[in-house]
């Protein structure tokens, strides 16, 4: 099969004819018709998340059709659509998973870090962690639902219900979850790079309230603020962009270090937290929701062979919206 593979930390995937993989126990085999390039993907491949073996196959945002089904394998019939998301296993017995946060789970494994992902024509995963997709959206369209959305899903609900929403960084994950919030009733502002233009009219053009440069105030107080952009000096910004009692919450996996800052950003019971990846639950209820919403993902699209430009247009932060790769069969 062809996939897309990285051999080296901070070296181009590789364009290679490699051996398919196979459904083992519990596992379906998927024939990958898109994948959604996250910023993810360019920390594995940047080398500031470390890929416990290489060469790896990224890609955590699968959208395929089930080919065929490992030992044990009941979840899903030949045919079926289904998507793959980053939460790609988890043991169900360390003290995370006993409460019922499963996101933090010691012996978590992960789709395109621990398991081959989506930049190739098929890929195995487990079918505990793979969900149908809703009709009404194409292949592409839907790709950057399961981690885009789901992510961004997660960051929203661990803001709290306040009315006016803060988005640093408007790419894949910030256009979804405006589209969410809005469809519930907030004021969404969106705040991107000092003179990105396209993002801003982007986002004004979704519905957002307002949009401006990470760098300046809201027009308004906001009830609490999502960090989507990896940069650690939004940290204090957003908290300063915040009532009393508002909450900034870290979407990213990655961020570059945050600086101090006075207490007084903080105070007033603000509260600062992270998001961990996600759950089954997030998938469960985003999806429907998505539906529900009508929420469009923007993409823009790329061959499985442009993967590398794919990623290199995210670094840049020239798309607006979601990149995702056409996988030929």
Request: charged letters at 25%; glycine letters at 12%.
């Amino acid at each position: 099969m062809l996939s897309m593979r990285l051999h080296a930390p901070r070296q181009p995937l590789v364009l290679d004819e490699a051996a398919a993989p196979k459904a083992g126990p519990g596992d379906v085999l998927i024939e990958v018709a898109a994948c959604g390039v996250c910023r993810t993907d360019l920390h594995i491949c940047d080398g500031e998340l470390a890929a416990p073996r290489l060469p790896l196959v990224p890609g955590h945002e699968i959208v395929g059709r089930v080919v065929a089904n490992g030992p044990g394998a009941l979840r899903f019939r030949i045919g079926d659509r289904v998507g793959v998301p980053w939460l790609g296993w988890t043991c169900g017995r360390c003290e995370a998973c006993r409460r019922g946060d499963e996101n933090l789970c010691e012996n978590a494994r992960f789709t395109g870090l621990h398991r081959d992902g989506g930049y190739a024509q098929l890929a195995a995963a487990d079918e505990r962690y793979c969900f149908p997709i809703p009709e009404g959206y194409g292949d592409a369209e839907a790709a950057p639902l399961l981690c885009a959305g789901m992510i961004g899903y997660r960051a929203l609900r661990l803001a709290g219900e306040g009315r006016r929403l803060g988005l640093y960084g408007f790419g894949a994950a910030g256009h979804l979850v405006a589209q969410v919030a809005l469809h519930q009733g907030r004021e969404v502002f969106a705040f991107t790079r000092a003179g990105d233009d396209s993002s801003q009219r982007f986002a004004r053009e979704l519905g957002c309230a307002w949009a401006g440069a990470s760098e300046e105030a809201p027009p308004r107080p906001l009830d609490a603020a999502i960090l989507f952009a990896p940069a650690g000096e939004l940290v204090p910004a957003s908290l300063a962009a915040i009532r009393p009692g508002g909450c900034v919450v870290c979407a990213g996996i990655h961020m570059s270090d945050i600086p101090s800052f006075p207490y007084a950003r903080l105070w007033g019971e603000r509260v600062l937290r992270s998001v961990a990846n996600l759950t089954r639950r997030d998938a469960e209820e985003f999806l429907p929701l998505a539906a529900a919403a009508d929420v469009r993902p923007h993409v823009h699209l790329y061959p499985l062979e442009e993967a590398n430009r794919a990623l290199e247009d995210l670094r840049r932060g020239a798309i607006d919206g979601a990149a995702v790769l056409e996988i030929p069969r």
